[in-house]
């Protein structure tokens, strides 16, 4: 089993002519995705991948046309919260946006607007998710893991990819990956996912990638004290990061004192998270379970 | 990125709040000009990045065009926190009889922007915040509504103010929301907002904090970017699209992914060494881009060894051996670099590398010991 994408996933690519969402298709699709569609306005009619993929001009007209219900978005920041926003009114009930760079005011404004219709964004800033087997909707590689029982939830990008490498080299696989980004406000938090993993019944244990900047590692821990059964090792990235600097992600500051690794270590490990010295140690600490 | 209080003062003052007369300068002679027009009682302000300017002597009252434009050579010849002063602020002087603080900034956690106010203003929020976190009344707003008027109204009477500035609150505290808002900023502020003795409302300060993720939609606010505050590696890098930070250790780091990077300067810790920046070289490991990478982290003197460690996903390990390569051919330096690489064709990769007699790794340990090790003269290939 897995979380939010599997073999049911029926996937539309936005922004599938571009550079980015053609190559990342093309990997969706070999890897065994269902791509049913792609939106590139003032491209409809088009076909993509030797007339693998049909292109629709916008996100309404493909999801009339064939029923897509998720959306992966590879449109440029300053396009990107638009194509959110139409995603959201064509009736997409989850949207998983890859883009980097998005201004925080449209993604408060965004993030806003889909509470208020209850409608699932993954992102922004992000790889995406992967369900071995079943389904890839973003940028993880789809060779560096493979089905099994451990949930990943991770704000990273190539640190997630580390983790799930070094998890298949020792024989573990995961029932989803999920890449909750690095931007300051997105989508779906640590505590949904955390959430959904408890719920679902091919999940045995939880890794959790965070990093510097914010409390939702820390509302987490809160979250995996009251409500999770299945045990939860971490790993924090930023022990080493100075204040008041942006580490690359824009969520990666620690603004006022506020946000520190240390704080993420402590307030998970108090809960009995398990918390890696280093992401190569996870592996080691997932066999003590 | 950071805007100067004259920057930031302007913009405020395109949104209808009042703000003092008075004038940016360069230099003590026109200090002393901009002091004569404004009657000779002015506040010499120095303008840099930091906080603690008031602290440091950077913040001087003159009562005579004279004294304006001695305090001027004085503070234009400052550095304060290692910042040079290359303007100053001529501000006339006002007679201040309450001071109060009003800002607006991003509440992350609650996912909206937020406004403050503070009766005790002229002391920095995290203070307020601290010491007397009640006088603080916040209200979140709504980023799809805006800011409401009755928004300001509550703010007013929260802080207990005098019934006549109500109506002049409501304008600065709309006006505050209309900068904050079309500048695509993270944080404005006026701390002091004050009570003039003359009964007037006032910005005598202003500091704004802008996105820098909405720039492109800002290129007149992001002329004004002042490079002065940031080591100019990192401008450089900028230019490049490298996410740079320097830091003050001696073991160089080139890592795809900011997470990654996070992590590999942590590891570098974990095991002794100091790392001399975080540096993200994003996707696709081409030639240009390691090259450049590779010109930043060494114009550091203090670097003694450079550590890659690069995930190949949709980067091929052996793409990535050969672009350093080709960058090595092009920056010739004698400091060892090693190199971890995972992921597609890595061993491909590894293998070309030690070909050309780089030190390879393939866990991140085994990398950051090697470094380390090298840093210190010990490893030899």
Known sequence: MSILVDKNTRLLVQGIT?????????????????????????????????????????VRIA????????????????????????????????????????????????????????????????????TPGEAKVGIIPGDISMPGNIGVVSRSGTLTYEVLYALKLVGLGTTTCIGIGGDPIYGTSFIDVLGM?????????????????????????????????KPVTAFIAGQTAPPGKRMGHAGAIVESGSGTAADKINALQDVGVQVASHPEEIAELLALF | MKLHEYQSKQIFSNYGIPI????????????????????????????????????????????????????????????????????????????????????????????????????????????????TP????????????????????????????????????GQIGRGLWQAYLRSDATLAEINPLVITSQNRLLALDGKMVLDDNALF?????????????????????????????????YIGCMVNGAGLAMATMDIIKLHGGKPANFLDIGGGASSEKVAAALRIILSDANVKAVLFNIFGGITRGDEVARGILAALREVKTNVPMITRLVGTNAEEGRRILSEANMITAETLVDAAKKAISAAQGGEQV
């Open chain 1, 18 to 58: 571009g550079n980015e969402g053609l190559f990342h298709t093309q990997h969706m699709l070999a890897y065994g995705t269902n791509v049913v569609a792609g939106v590139t306005p003032g491209k409809g009619g088009e076909w993509v991948l030797e007339g693998k993929v049909p292109v629709f001009d916008s």
């Open chain 1, 63 to 130: 999801h009339e046309a064939t029923g897509v219900n998720t959306s992966v978005i590879f449109v440029p920041a300053r396009f990107a919260a638009d194509a959110i926003y139409e995603a959201a009114d064509a009736g997409i009930l989850l949207i998983v946006c890859i883009t980097e760079g998005i201004p925080v005011q449209d993604m408060m404004r965004v993030r806003n607007y889909l509470d208020q219709k209850g409608i699932r964004l993954v992102g922004p800033n992000c790889p995406g998710l992967l």
């Open chain 1, 197 to 229: 993993f408890e719920a679902d019944p091919h999940t045995d244990k939880i890794v959790l990638i965070g990093e510097i900047g914010g409390t939702d590692e820390e509302k987490a821990a809160e979250f995996i004290a009251d409500h999770l059964t």
């Open chain 2, 20 to 131: 003092p007369s008075g004038r940016v300068a360069a230099n003590a002679a026109d200090a002393k000009q901009i002091a004569e027009e404004l009657g000779g009682h002015v506040v010499i302000k120095s303008q840099i990045l930091v906080g603690g300017r008031g602290k440091a002597g950077g913040i001087r009252l003159a009562k005579s065009p004279q004294q304006a434009e001695d305090l001027a050579t004085k503070i234009l010849g400052m550095e304060i926190k290692g910042l040079p002063v290359r303007k100053i602020l001529v501000d006339e002087a006002a007679s201040i009889e309450t001071e109060i603080y009003l800002g607006i900034t991003n509440d992350r956690s609650e996912r909206k922007p937020v406004m403050m106010a503070s009766s005790a203003g002229g002391v920095e929020i995290e203070q307020i915040a601290k010491e």
């Open chain 2, 134 to 169: 009640d006088k603080i009344v916040k209200v979140h707003i709504d980023p799809l509504l805006g800011l409401r008027d009755y928004h300001v109204r509550d703010m007013a009477a929260g802080i207990d103010l005098p019934r006549e500035h109500w109506r002049t609150f």
């Open chain 2, 217 to 249: 939609r800002h290129p007149d606010l992001a002329e004004m970017r002042d490079v002065d505050v940031e080591p100019k590696a990192e401008t450089e890098a900028r230019k490049y699209s490298l996410s740079f930070i320097k830091l003050d250790g």
